[in-house]
């Protein structure tokens, strides 16, 4: 018995011997990182982890992992737990934003790119980060007011212009907004000035103006890059789906890897009940983007009216766990649920989503709330 202690208490001596230092670990964690090489990276910083557990860059470089691997859910832990330990960090408060951004939860986003800004008032990407959460929260005036001051420091910058005159055009100016786009005429040329302006119009829900646009930019340059799918999109918005469904395979001919492509084309699909073709390219996006909460929603949907209720409680689930704020994704699990049996899950589901409406209506009935 003594010899098989000392014989442990040996190789515990050995294996801290063995062990390379954090520091060592960590820069060769940096460099698989850098060069691309994802898992290395991973393993390496988790080492590292495990000998320092509050290595704050360590922690943060996991969440560049997970995010660049499309694994949303956990960088977003990894970035929390960093800033627990180093509240002020502006690269993680930056990187979170970014994740929740490329997710569109702007109001989620947007307290981290203010944060960085109080910190850092001339970090000019969070300054423009900040005014695009803006304006989709509502903040319209405070994001043209941040987009002007952006615009006098660097007149000719293209995404400034883009995001100035869409701004003006959420703003019911386009007046204004005309006038920013001609000055763009001189940066980006007439195409991608007439692609910009479409988009501006599409986000500002100025459809026909928007197609004018587009049709403008395909009589100018037929090969623009993504013009099908924004067309597409437009098309979906303005319900022409045959429209729709044949720009969107365009885009899917040109680029069969383009995941908002195959997003759309499925959910539409979808929606249109013609629940196997959805699935087909749905399961494509969810490949492509496996952390998108929509790509979970219309699978679940689709196989839910398949009657395939295992699979359709698994994949709505995950559209919850995503994104668990949406109320048709919280009641589309309930009617999984309930078709699978599982009754007082389903009902904890369907509360879930009266509770989301109720709340979602209380916010539209506050006096001076619009």
């Known amino acids: 018995m003594m010899k098989y202690a000392a014989f442990l208490f040996l190789c515990g001596i050995l294996s801290c011997l063995a062990a390379e230092p954090p520091d060592v670990v960590f820069n060769r964690a940096a460099q698989a990182l850098a060069a691309g090489d994802y898992t290395a990276a991973e393993q390496g910083f988790q080492s590292v982890l495990r000998q320092e557990p509050g290595n704050v860059g360590a922690i943060g470089n996991l969440g560049i992992i997970y995010a660049r691997t499309n694994r949303a859910d956990k960088a977003i832990a990894a970035y929390q737990s960093a800033l627990h330990l180093s509240p002020n960090d502006e690269p993680i408060l930056l990187n979170l934003g970014i994740v929740y951004l490329k997710q569109e939860f702007h109001a989620l986003a947007l307290p981290y790119f203010a944060r960085v800004v109080t910190i850092d008032p001339g970090n000019r990407q969070a300054r423009q980060l900040l005014a695009v959460c803006r304006l989709y929260t509502g903040e319209v005036t405070s994001a043209i007011h941040d987009l002007q001051e952006l615009r006098a420091a660097s007149p000719r910058d293209e995404q400034i212009l883009f995001l100035l005159g869409f701004a003006y055009l959420k703003n019911g100016d386009p007046k204004t907004a005309q006038t920013v786009f001609n000055d763009m005429f001189e940066v980006a040329g007439p195409a991608r000035t007439q692609f910009l302006l479409g988009k501006a119009s599409y986000e500002a829900a100025l459809f026909p103006q928007a197609e004018e ?102 994949l709505l689930r995950r559209a919850v766990e995503l994104n668990p704020d949406d109320a048709n994704a919280q009641y589309q699990l309930g009617r999984a649920l309930q078709a699978d049996g599982q009754k007082l899950a389903a009902t904890r589901a369907f509360g879930r989503a009266r509770d989301l409406k109720a709340g979602a209506l209380n916010e539209i009935n506050i006096p001076g709330v619009r």
């Open 213 to 314: 646009s587009f049709l403008e930019v395909l009589r100018l340059d037929p090969n623009f890059p993504t013009l099908h799918l924004e067309l597409g999109k437009l098309y979906i918005s303005q319900r022409r789906t045959e429209d729709a469904i044949r720009e969107l395979k365009v885009a899917l001919k040109e680029n069969a890897a383009n995941e908002d492509a195959n997003y759309f084309l499925g959910s539409l699909l979808v929606r249109e009940s013609r629940y196997a073709e959805g699935i087909n390219y749905l399961e494509q996006a969810r490949k492509l983007k496996p952390d998108s909460w929509a790509v979970y929603f219309y699978l679940g949907r689709a196989k839910l009216h398949l009657e395939q209720t295992e699979e359709a409680v698994t």
